[in-house]
């Protein structure tokens, strides 16, 4: 009688038999993987997508960099130069599905290029950061010394003098209440937050507001 070999292959060694439940488990670990894979392909093909609609975004210097290093094919330029233009929803949606495409076809050394530009238009610039520590320097001048106000004015003549002094003195008692209550934290006011934005509204007339600035309730 001749033997029946049973069905099966090798893994790693050892021999799985069809139908086992060593063959069932594997058979699904590999289901799963592959189903991860394209989970994986959809999240980043998304992700490329994505930040190409980001790249419409993108300030004309950092755009220009990217274009000139050739991180940017010229189609691609084009397309998100058309992108702009239109103001359809779905002629807008086919042409960023289009882009998307394109992003695609990028190597990753120009994927990490956008990424980075990107990056580096959400920080603030050099200029803002200075203007940004020089208004606090001023701000601080001002409430802390009467002789600081003359300096302000001849710097900018233009402010409202009166309503500074009045905002200096607020912030002054603001503090001095704060003296006066040992062990408390020290908490500024509304008048030390104005004194604040009016200075750096003065040295950055352009600059956008912040909304983590916008007016709280005093704490008096």
Do not use: C
Not at 12 to 31: I, P
Not at 127 to 143: F, G, K, N, P, Y
């Amino acid at each position: 009688m001749s033997r029946k070999f049973t069905k099966g292959y090798f893994v790693r060694g050892q021999f799985v038999a069809d139908g086992s439940e060593l063959d069932l488990e594997l058979k699904r670990e590999l289901k799963g993987s592959v189903d991860m894979s394209k989970t994986d392909m959809k999240r980043e093909s998304d992700r490329l997508q994505a930040l190409g609609e980001q790249l419409l975004t993108l300030n004309s210097t950092l755009f220009k960099k990217l274009v000139d290093a050739e991180h940017l094919s010229e189609k691609l330029v084009i397309t998100l130069e058309d992108a702009k233009r239109i103001t359809n929803f779905e002629g807008r949606r086919r042409q960023m599905q289009f882009v998307g495409k394109l992003m695609r076809k990028l190597d990753e050394e120009s994927v990490t290029a956008i990424e980075a530009a990107m990056e580096e238009q959400r920080k603030p610039s050099a200029e803002a950061t200075l203007a940004l520590h020089q208004a606090e320097q001023w701000r601080d001048r001002l409430i802390a010394d009467d002789d600081a106000l003359t300096g302000w004015m001849s710097l900018a003549p233009q402010t409202d003098v009166q309503h500074l002094r009045t905002l200096i003195r607020q912030a002054r008692k603001d503090a001095q209440g704060v003296k006066e209550r040992p062990g408390e934290a020290l908490r500024h006011g509304k008048a030390f937050r104005e004194v604040f934005l009016l200075v750096r509204a003065t040295l950055t007339p352009n600059a956008q507001p912040d909304p983590d600035e916008a007016e709280e309730p005093s704490d008096e």
